[in-house]
């Protein structure tokens, strides 16, 4: 591997840049190819026996998924990371690993749906209870703990509703009662959110979006703070055959190259549309951490090195047909179920009675906005026009 990939000195644009590049791997070519392959042939017995488990087949791995596997580990500072077919895979995959029957775990309320589901089907089918604890809950985790409770799950900020959580505090005082912390860590990123200098035992990527970063290619990582962490989840993911596209993590790759330079973008784009959304009569509030007064602000601005282009507008009440006339007509804001992509996308956010705790009051009309790398100017003009629409219909 390059000798600057490693330097922590080097600053973070540099590193993304040469992170997980091996001049020897990619035959002297500046990228490293995605090597395709099933089958590795041994000449010798002693070889064969020689040859450690995790490179005597395709499944375990590729030069190019471990290359992005190595990168995004150093730029976490992990002891290693584990890619996954997706983001959700990633979580399941965690989660399945740090739990046993009887277990308890507490997860945040606020959390990426499919988690909650997947808590209440199949964790629950394992005998593994769950108790949904309130983001802002910082040092209160302690009393929430049981004598089963060996996980702690955090996002944040939370992907609908965006809630920061005092990780450190969590990490704290879910570590004296002996339960491993993890995160959901995509809104950040590792670029701006240090999750396992704050605490975080295993965080968890959907690399699907600002990593992958253009919308074409699903992929999910788990970066472990320790060797044996590492070493404990990553048995667990080989025992379910998981196992990564060389494509995929050759498209990881090249998106990581301009991971830093397009997060800096999505920050000046998101906050510009942000501020004016947030002057508008029919906004009732704008739910984006680095915005000063939104909620959460105080903390992000102590743990993290800076926002992506996510965040929430949350209207005055609107019918639906108000709603729909706004969305059906938007130009640039296309409705889709993802974000992190270099294009700016739009979705309504269901308030939810299954919550514990909600920053949306009940005929709250919540869209989660994606900010791309559009010019801003034209993203406002989309969103003026969208605004007029909804005012004028009943
Ligand atoms: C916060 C968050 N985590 C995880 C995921 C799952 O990622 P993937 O779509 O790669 O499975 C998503 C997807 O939207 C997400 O928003």
């Not at 959901?184 to 699907?208: C, E, K, M, R, Y």
């Given at each position: 591997m390059s000798d600057v990939s490693t330097a922590v000195d080097l600053h973070v644009e540099t590193r993304v840049t040469h992170v997980g590049r091996d001049a020897k791997l990619s035959n002297g070519?500046?990228?490293?190819?995605?090597?395709?392959?099933?089958?590795?042939?041994?000449?010798?017995?002693?070889?064969?026996?020689?040859?450690?488990?995790?490179?005597?087949?395709?499944?375990?791995?590729?030069?190019?998924?471990?290359?992005?596997?190595?990168?995004?580990?150093?730029?976490e500072g992990g002891a290693n990371a584990m890619l996954t077919p997706s983001g959700l895979s990633a979580i399941t995959t965690a989660l399945l690993a740090s739990v046993k029957p009887g277990d308890h775990v507490l997860m945040v309320d606020s959390v990426y749906p499919p988690v909650r589901s997947f808590c209440d089907t199949v964790l629950k089918r394992l005998d593994i209870s769950t108790t949904y604890y309130?983001?802002?809950?910082?040092?209160?985790?302690?009393?929430?703990?049981?004598?089963?409770?060996?996980?702690?799950?955090?996002?944040s900020p939370g992907s609908g509703t965006f809630e920061v959580q005092d990780i450190p505090a969590i990490c704290?005082?879910?570590?004296?009662?002996?339960?491993?912390?993890?995160?959901?860590?995509?809104?950040?990123?590792?670029?701006?959110?240090?999750?396992?200098?704050?605490?975080?035992?295993?965080?968890?990527?959907?690399?699907?979006?600002y990593v992958v970063g253009h919308s074409d290619a699903l992929l999910g990582v788990i970066v472990a703070r320790t060797r044996e962490l590492y070493l404990e989840v990553r048995a667990f993911h080989g025992a379910l055959g998981l196992t990564v596209s060389p494509d995929d993590a050759f498209l990881g790759l090249r998106g990581l190259r301009t991971l830093a330079?397009?997060?800096?973008?999505?920050?000046?784009?998101?906050?510009?549309?942000?501020?004016?959304?947030?002057?508008?009569?029919?906004?009732?509030?704008?739910?984006?951490?680095?915005?000063?007064?939104?909620?959460?602000?105080?903390?992000?601005?102590?743990?993290?090195?800076?926002?992506?282009?996510?965040?929430?507008v949350v209207l005055r009440p609107a019918s639906e047909a108000a709603v729909s006339a706004m969305l059906d007509g938007m130009r640039l804001f296309k409705m889709g179920f993802s974000w992190g992509g270099f294009e700016s996308l739009v979705v309504p956010v269901k308030g939810g009675s299954h919550r514990v705790s909600s920053p949306l009051a009940a005929g709250d009309v919540c869209l989660r906005i994606h900010v791309g790398l559009e010019n801003p100017q034209d993203l406002i003009a989309d969103l003026r026009s969208g605004l007029q629409r909804l005012a004028a219909t009943a």
């Open positions: 070519l500046v990228n490293i190819p995605p090597y395709r392959g099933s089958t590795v042939l041994f000449d010798e017995v002693a070889e064969l026996k020689k040859a450690s488990g995790h490179r005597a087949y395709g499944r375990w791995g590729s030069p190019t998924s471990r290359a992005l596997e190595a990168a995004l580990a150093q730029l309130p983001p802002q809950v910082g040092a209160g985790i302690g009393a929430l703990m049981q004598p089963n409770t060996t996980v702690v799950y955090t996002e704290a005082a879910a570590h004296a009662a002996g339960a491993r912390v993890l995160m959901d860590n995509t809104w950040g990123t590792a670029l701006l959110f240090p999750a396992l200098q704050h605490g975080v035992d295993l965080s968890i990527h959907s690399l699907t979006k330079l397009r997060l800096r973008q999505h920050q000046e784009n998101a906050t510009t549309v942000a501020q004016w959304l947030l002057e508008q009569p029919q906004v009732r509030t704008v739910l984006y951490p680095a915005l000063p007064g939104a909620p959460g602000h105080e903390l992000w601005k102590r743990d993290f090195n800076g926002a992506s282009g996510l965040f929430a």
